[in-house]
Nanobody, 124 residues
Framework: QVQLVESGGGLVQPGGSLRLSCAAS????????MGWFRQAPGKDREFVAG????????YYADSVKGRFTISRDNAKNTVYLQMNTLKPEDTAVYYCAARNGLRVVTSIREFEYWGQGTQVTVSS
């Protein structure tokens, strides 16, 4: 069983930066591929970024490619999402998710464990 806790959300101005963290419980973190998803008001939850269990492979949604960076520190059981050049359309609740597998996947159905989310608001 895995528990995930997101942190680092908040209010930022357009063009600003924010770094999200996701702390995982358990000792098998290095065997899980991880992902970040987000859900904006009135919209479905969507894939943002994913990273393989070793951190060797990453994948990004087209909407955030070049602006966001996902990384992980398996020694600390933590995955990060560095968000730069934030736009109002990035406003959403951001969720961390874990999958018992090695490869990056983008489907919500492939992730078994989820955090409770952290709010990111981009506004003037």
């Amino acid at each position: 069983q895995v528990q995930l806790v997101e942190s680092g959300g908040g209010l930022v101005q357009p063009g600003g930066s924010l770094r999200l963290s996701c702390a995982a419980s358990g000792r098998r973190f290095s065997s899980y591929a991880m992902g970040w998803f987000r859900q904006a008001p009135g919209k479905d939850r969507e894939f943002v970024a994913g990273i393989s269990s070793s951190g060797g492979s990453t994948y990004y949604a087209d909407s955030v490619k070049g602006r966001f960076t996902i990384s992980r520190d398996n020694a600390k059981n933590t995955v990060y999402l560095q968000m730069n050049t934030l736009k109002p359309e990035d406003t959403a609740v951001y969720y961390c998710a874990a999958r018992n597998g090695l490869r990056v996947v983008t489907s919500i159905r492939e992730f078994e464990y989820w955090g409770q989310g952290t709010q990111v608001t981009v506004s003037s």
